[in-house]
């Protein structure tokens, strides 16, 4: 069964065919400036079920870090970038050296999760202001 997510005023809508298991805070300027908690999932596990005229785009670094938000109400929805996560693991070579930018990856704003409680979920901590 689909998870829904919405922004504040609903004009913006998408589904989650996952179950998030975790959240990740980044501590990166664009994280925290936005307030979002984050949890990721495949692109065939996400669905707009709202025109996408009903959603705006911000990318603020590169044009493939795509970031979309309400434009009526203003609420970060969710992302879809390169999938950064082996990054995040620590070894920056490794990492680099297979790096695939065509390899994406959804990020979902939990908190924009309807009936889905976000509070049980143990948060993972990325430091993205000093690793990226």
């Known amino acids: 069964m689909p998870i829904s997510g919405s922004c504040h005023c609903g004009a913006t809508r998408f589904e989650i065919d996952v179950i998030p298991q975790t959240a990740t805070r980044c501590n990166c300027t664009f994280c925290t400036k936005k307030g979002a908690l984050w949890a990721y999932c495949e692109p065939d596990q996400f669905r707009l079920t709202t025109p996408m005229r009903n959603v705006a785009q911000y990318s603020p670094t590169t044009p493939e870090n795509r970031h979309y938000f309400c434009p009526t109400c203003g609420c ?29 990856r959804i990020s979902i704003n939990l908190w924009v999760l309807d009936d889905f409680d976000i509070t049980a979920l143990p948060i993972e901590h990325v430091d993205g202001r000093n690793q990226w």
Do not use: L, V
């Not at 082996?86 to 297979?98: I, V």
């Open 76 to 104: 970060a929805a969710f992302s879809n970038t390169p999938d950064y996560s082996a990054f995040a693991e620590g070894n920056w070579e490794e990492a680099e050296a297979n790096f695939d930018p065509t390899k994406r």
